[in-house]
């Protein structure tokens, strides 16, 4: 299986990011806008958490809050799991299996330089399974019996 720089590599596209301050609406704006389902949250060049359209609905929807005058600290999730650019997509998807995340944030040398999610790694199974299939075709037509 790949890497999550691999992964990475067929996504392309800028980071997407909102500050801690900010109010709870503009990462909705941000998710919106970008088509993603979570953003990260960014202070200073650091990452200090993930903030995902089920936050917003669970944490400020159903109680009644004000995506207008909530901020995003309040409703993120802190400190998030992340991965480095070298580790392995089976590895990956593992954890998010376990633990129910759908998007990790990925950092190299403590620098924020992405996000994968689960549709990320699918995608990547679905490539090598095309790459295996198209493999097996090949022998099957050159080298298989009868061949």
């Known amino acids: 299986m790949s890497t999550v720089k691999s992964a990475l590599a067929q996504k392309g596209g800028a980071l997407v990011h909102v500050r ?12 919106r806008d970008n088509r993603v389902r979570s953003v990260l949250v960014i202070d200073d060049d650091v990452l200090v958490g993930i903030v995902t359209q089920g936050d917003c ?4 929807l159903l109680p009644g ?7 995003v600290s309040q409703v993120m999730t802190g400190n998030p ?3 480095k650019p070298d580790d392995r997509l089976d590895g990956c998807m593992a954890m998010m299996s376990a633990r129910g995340f759908r998007h ?6 403590g620098k924020v330089v992405g ?3 689960i549709g990320d ?7 090598e399974l095309e790459l295996n299939v198209g493999d097996l075709m ?10």
């Open 20 to 31: 801690s301050g900010d109010m709870v609406i503009e990462a909705l704006r941000q998710m």
């Open 57 to 60: 609905a669970i944490k400020v």
């Open 65 to 71: 809050l004000d995506a207008k005058q909530t901020p």
């Open 81 to 83: 799991v992340t991965v």
């Open 104 to 109: 990790l944030p990925v950092l190299d040398a």
């Open 115 to 117: 996000v994968i999610s």
């Open 121 to 127: 790694v699918v995608k990547d199974i679905i490539r």
């Open 138 to 147: 090949g022998f099957i037509m050159r080298d298989g019996p009868g061949g």
